[in-house]
Protein backbone atom coordinates (compact mmCIF):
# COMPACT_ATOMS: atom_id res chain seq x y z
CA UNK A 1 0.00 0.00 0.00
CA UNK A 2 1.94 2.81 -1.12
CA UNK A 3 -0.15 5.76 -0.13
CA UNK A 4 1.09 9.15 -1.12
CA UNK A 5 4.03 8.84 -3.46
CA UNK A 6 5.67 11.99 -4.62
CA UNK A 7 8.39 12.51 -7.19
CA UNK A 8 11.25 13.06 -7.52
CA UNK A 9 12.24 13.54 -3.89
CA UNK A 10 15.55 15.98 -4.58
CA UNK A 11 15.98 18.73 -7.37
CA UNK A 12 18.28 21.59 -8.84
CA UNK A 13 17.06 23.96 -10.93
CA UNK A 14 18.41 27.05 -12.65
CA UNK A 15 16.48 30.25 -12.38
CA UNK A 16 14.27 30.12 -15.44
CA UNK A 17 13.99 26.03 -15.83
CA UNK A 18 10.84 24.32 -15.72
CA UNK A 19 9.64 21.29 -14.01
CA UNK A 20 6.32 19.45 -12.64
CA UNK A 21 6.41 17.57 -9.11
CA UNK A 22 3.99 14.56 -9.56
CA UNK A 23 1.54 13.67 -6.61
CA UNK A 24 -0.07 10.25 -6.78
CA UNK A 25 -2.35 8.60 -4.05
CA UNK A 26 -3.93 5.42 -4.24
CA UNK A 27 -5.99 5.51 -1.85
CA UNK A 28 -9.49 6.60 -3.90
CA UNK A 29 -8.99 10.26 -1.91
CA UNK A 30 -10.79 13.33 -3.95
CA UNK A 31 -9.35 15.86 -2.00
CA UNK A 32 -5.38 16.67 -2.23
CA UNK A 33 -2.94 19.51 -1.49
CA UNK A 34 0.42 21.29 -2.43
CA UNK A 35 1.94 22.86 0.35
CA UNK A 36 5.35 24.64 0.34
CA UNK A 37 7.15 24.88 3.65
CA UNK A 38 10.05 27.06 4.96
CA UNK A 39 11.76 27.72 7.80
CA UNK A 40 9.81 29.38 10.36
CA UNK A 41 6.94 29.78 8.20
CA UNK A 42 4.83 26.26 8.49
CA UNK A 43 3.34 24.48 5.92
CA UNK A 44 1.54 27.06 3.18
CA UNK A 45 -0.90 26.26 0.47
CA UNK A 46 0.25 26.91 -2.89
CA UNK A 47 -3.41 24.81 -4.64
CA UNK A 48 -5.57 22.35 -3.79
CA UNK A 49 -8.24 19.94 -5.56
CA UNK A 50 -11.90 19.14 -4.68
CA UNK A 51 -12.17 16.28 -7.29
CA UNK A 52 -11.08 15.12 -10.63
CA UNK A 53 -11.02 18.08 -13.16
CA UNK A 54 -11.25 20.93 -10.65
CA UNK A 55 -8.53 22.63 -9.10
CA UNK A 56 -8.28 26.11 -6.79
CA UNK A 57 -5.68 28.68 -5.33
CA UNK A 58 -4.71 28.55 -1.84
CA UNK A 59 -2.50 30.77 0.29
CA UNK A 60 0.52 31.24 -2.76
CA UNK A 61 -0.12 30.39 -5.70
CA UNK A 62 1.97 32.95 -7.91
CA UNK A 63 4.14 31.20 -10.08
CA UNK A 64 2.86 27.94 -9.86
CA UNK A 65 0.11 26.26 -11.78
CA UNK A 66 -1.66 22.70 -11.11
CA UNK A 67 -3.77 19.97 -13.09
CA UNK A 68 -5.64 17.10 -11.56
CA UNK A 69 -6.39 15.18 -15.54
CA UNK A 70 -6.59 11.94 -12.86
CA UNK A 71 -8.41 11.47 -9.84
CA UNK A 72 -5.00 9.93 -9.05
CA UNK A 73 -2.52 12.23 -9.72
CA UNK A 74 -1.85 15.76 -8.94
CA UNK A 75 0.73 17.62 -10.62
CA UNK A 76 2.46 20.78 -9.75
CA UNK A 77 4.38 22.38 -12.13
CA UNK A 78 6.82 25.55 -12.34
CA UNK A 79 7.04 27.40 -15.86
CA UNK A 80 9.83 29.89 -14.57
CA UNK A 81 11.38 28.72 -11.45
CA UNK A 82 13.32 30.99 -9.80
CA UNK A 83 15.46 31.01 -6.24
CA UNK A 84 12.21 32.30 -4.20
CA UNK A 85 11.01 29.00 -4.69
CA UNK A 86 13.52 27.24 -3.21
CA UNK A 87 11.83 25.32 -0.58
CA UNK A 88 10.30 21.75 0.76
CA UNK A 89 6.74 20.63 -0.96
CA UNK A 90 4.53 18.64 0.48
CA UNK A 91 2.02 16.72 -1.63
CA UNK A 92 -1.04 15.28 0.88
CA UNK A 93 -4.77 13.77 -0.11
CA UNK A 94 -7.89 13.42 2.39
CA UNK A 95 -10.92 11.37 1.91
CA UNK A 96 -13.06 13.85 2.78
CA UNK A 97 -11.45 17.18 3.37
CA UNK A 98 -10.65 15.75 6.75
CA UNK A 99 -7.31 13.93 7.51
CA UNK A 100 -4.27 14.43 5.53
CA UNK A 101 -2.18 11.77 4.32
CA UNK A 102 1.13 13.24 3.14
CA UNK A 103 3.75 12.32 0.86
CA UNK A 104 7.46 12.25 1.57
CA UNK A 105 8.31 15.36 0.52
CA UNK A 106 10.55 17.47 -2.51
CA UNK A 107 13.40 19.19 -1.73
CA UNK A 108 13.66 21.59 -4.44
CA UNK A 109 16.64 24.34 -4.67
CA UNK A 110 16.70 26.88 -7.64
CA UNK A 111 19.78 28.33 -7.95
CA UNK B 1 -4.01 39.08 8.97
CA UNK B 2 -2.93 35.40 8.72
CA UNK B 3 -6.03 32.75 8.39
CA UNK B 4 -3.98 30.57 11.65
CA UNK B 5 -1.78 32.13 13.80
CA UNK B 6 0.56 30.30 16.65
CA UNK B 7 3.20 31.17 18.87
CA UNK B 8 6.30 29.79 17.32
CA UNK B 9 8.14 29.23 20.40
CA UNK B 10 10.23 28.03 21.22
CA UNK B 11 8.79 26.50 24.22
CA UNK B 12 11.61 24.85 26.28
CA UNK B 13 10.42 22.96 29.23
CA UNK B 14 11.49 20.02 31.68
CA UNK B 15 10.55 16.63 31.31
CA UNK B 16 7.24 16.02 33.65
CA UNK B 17 6.27 19.90 32.89
CA UNK B 18 2.43 20.55 31.71
CA UNK B 19 2.87 22.65 28.64
CA UNK B 20 0.05 24.42 26.57
CA UNK B 21 -0.22 25.82 22.91
CA UNK B 22 -2.58 28.15 21.39
CA UNK B 23 -3.81 28.54 17.81
CA UNK B 24 -6.23 31.11 16.71
CA UNK B 25 -7.91 31.14 13.28
CA UNK B 26 -9.91 34.19 11.54
CA UNK B 27 -12.71 32.50 9.84
CA UNK B 28 -15.99 32.31 11.75
CA UNK B 29 -17.42 29.52 9.05
CA UNK B 30 -14.10 27.29 9.84
CA UNK B 31 -15.65 23.48 10.28
CA UNK B 32 -12.92 21.57 11.21
CA UNK B 33 -9.95 21.67 13.27
CA UNK B 34 -6.38 19.64 13.78
CA UNK B 35 -3.23 19.15 15.54
CA UNK B 36 -0.45 17.41 13.56
CA UNK B 37 3.28 16.72 14.69
CA UNK B 38 5.97 17.16 12.72
CA UNK B 39 9.57 16.00 13.27
CA UNK B 40 12.80 17.23 11.60
CA UNK B 41 11.09 19.07 8.64
CA UNK B 42 9.53 15.47 7.86
CA UNK B 43 5.83 14.96 6.35
CA UNK B 44 3.50 16.07 9.52
CA UNK B 45 1.85 13.68 11.30
CA UNK B 46 -1.96 13.73 12.34
CA UNK B 47 -1.46 13.68 16.14
CA UNK B 48 -5.72 14.40 17.05
CA UNK B 49 -8.53 16.29 15.83
CA UNK B 50 -10.67 18.89 17.68
CA UNK B 51 -14.07 18.49 18.97
CA UNK B 52 -16.63 20.94 20.35
CA UNK B 53 -16.76 19.02 23.37
CA UNK B 54 -13.05 18.59 23.57
CA UNK B 55 -11.32 15.52 23.31
CA UNK B 56 -8.35 13.65 25.21
CA UNK B 57 -5.88 10.94 24.14
CA UNK B 58 -3.40 9.89 26.96
CA UNK B 59 -1.43 12.70 27.85
CA UNK B 60 -2.91 15.00 25.33
CA UNK B 61 -6.05 17.16 25.69
CA UNK B 62 -7.00 19.24 22.89
CA UNK B 63 -10.38 21.77 22.56
CA UNK B 64 -12.17 23.92 20.97
CA UNK B 65 -13.53 27.61 21.80
CA UNK B 66 -15.26 28.85 18.85
CA UNK B 67 -16.60 32.12 20.59
CA UNK B 68 -12.96 33.29 20.59
CA UNK B 69 -12.20 31.52 17.46
CA UNK B 70 -8.91 29.48 19.16
CA UNK B 71 -7.97 25.98 19.48
CA UNK B 72 -5.43 24.39 22.17
CA UNK B 73 -3.40 21.45 22.84
CA UNK B 74 -2.11 20.83 26.27
CA UNK B 75 0.42 18.11 27.05
CA UNK B 76 0.63 16.45 30.22
CA UNK B 77 3.72 14.73 31.85
CA UNK B 78 5.95 15.99 29.20
CA UNK B 79 8.31 13.50 27.70
CA UNK B 80 11.69 14.01 25.93
CA UNK B 81 10.08 12.44 22.80
CA UNK B 82 7.28 14.69 22.96
CA UNK B 83 10.09 16.94 21.18
CA UNK B 84 8.80 18.59 17.77
CA UNK B 85 6.89 20.94 15.83
CA UNK B 86 3.11 20.82 16.44
CA UNK B 87 1.08 22.69 13.67
CA UNK B 88 -2.91 23.66 13.90
CA UNK B 89 -4.55 22.87 11.07
CA UNK B 90 -8.09 24.56 10.09
CA UNK B 91 -10.17 23.50 7.48
CA UNK B 92 -12.29 26.77 5.53
CA UNK B 93 -15.47 25.86 4.57
CA UNK B 94 -14.59 26.60 0.72
CA UNK B 95 -12.48 22.71 1.14
CA UNK B 96 -9.17 24.93 2.02
CA UNK B 97 -6.90 23.02 4.88
CA UNK B 98 -4.89 25.69 6.14
CA UNK B 99 -1.50 25.40 8.50
CA UNK B 100 -0.86 27.80 11.16
CA UNK B 101 3.23 28.71 11.27
CA UNK B 102 4.34 26.04 13.70
CA UNK B 103 4.59 25.80 17.85
CA UNK B 104 8.31 24.09 18.62
CA UNK B 105 8.33 22.18 21.58
CA UNK B 106 11.62 20.91 23.41
CA UNK B 107 11.45 18.89 26.33
CA UNK B 108 14.76 18.73 28.41
CA UNK B 109 15.63 16.52 30.93
Known amino acids: NAGVTQTPKFRVLKTGQSMTLLCAQDMNHEYMYWYRQDPGMGLRLIHY???????AKGEVPDGYNVSRLKKQNFLLGLESAAPSQTSVYFC??????????FGSGTQLSVL | RKEVEQDPGPFNVPEGATVAFNCTYS??????FFWYRQDCRKEPKLLMSVYSSGNEDGRFTAQLNRASQYISLLIRDSKLSDSATYLCVVNSNTGKLIFGQGTTLQVKP
Open chain 1, 92 to 101: ASSPVNEKLF
Open chain 2, 27 to 32: NSASQS
Open chain 1, 49 to 55: SVGEGTT
